[in-house]
């Protein structure tokens, strides 16, 4: 009986916090100010490693390492459609590792300069990130890659913020993620990450 009515408080407690957490991650055509909860690891400016997680939930990991300011040509990914040896351009190595059971579905990604305003498509849709990333879904516990990533800018710096709207589908065998589903009503769940590109002339 006790272990009953501790299994339904804590779901009905988990389920406040979803509701929570999901009111504050929607996003429609303007970037959300809270994302998942984020531990950072940074090396340097440009460099990070972040752990996004939900109730301290680890749900994926991003991993940012710089490649220069030329990209890599032995790469079949795609590169700008501009010269970049003229334009000052930063090129990136990025992976998101997937953290849970289930596939992650990457959705949609938000653009947001920190300096000026981002003039191209905004948001870009699931069939744009899986033509750069070469899939929009994540397997369970698998790594996806997209090598030359840019970002340039005017100026002597500035960040190129991108934050994805992702989704996760029940079930999962793992117990606390089950948890987080079942206060949702077995209903998939989305959040949010961000990846911001640092440029420095």
């Not at 998101?96 to 289930?102: A, G, I, M, P």
């Not at 079930?171 to 990450?193: H, R, T, Y």
Request: a neutral charge; glycine letters at 4%.
């Amino acid at each position: 009986m006790y272990k009953s009515l501790f299994r339904t408080f804590r779901l009905t407690f988990l389920s406040f916090l979803l509701l929570q957490f999901l009111n504050g991650c929607s996003l429609d055509n303007s970037v959300s100010a809270d994302l998942a909860q984020a531990d950072w690891m940074r090396t340097n400016q440009r460099e990070f490693i972040t752990v996004w997680s939900i109730n301290d939930i680890p749900f994926i990991e991003v991993t940012l390492k710089y490649a220069g300011k030329e990209p890599d040509l032995l790469d079949s990914g795609i590169l700008p459609d501009y010269d970049w040896k003229v334009k000052n351009t930063d090129f990136y190595n990025c992976s998101f590792r997937n953290l849970t059971d289930v596939p992650i579905e990457l959705v949609e990604v938000y653009f947001e300069l920190e300096k000026g305003k981002w003039r191209n498509e905004n948001p870009q849709r699931a069939e744009r990130i899986a033509s750069r990333w070469g899939s929009n879904s994540i397997a369970p516990h698998e790594t996806i890659q997209r090598k030359n990533s840019w970002v340039w800018g005017k100026g002597s710096e500035n960040t190129l913020n991108k934050t994805y709207t992702a989704r996760i589908t029940p079930p999962s065998k793992e117990p606390g993620l089950n948890d987080l589903f079942e206060a949702n009503n077995n209903q998939p769940i989305s959040f949010s990450f961000s990846c911001p590109l640092k440029f420095i002339r």
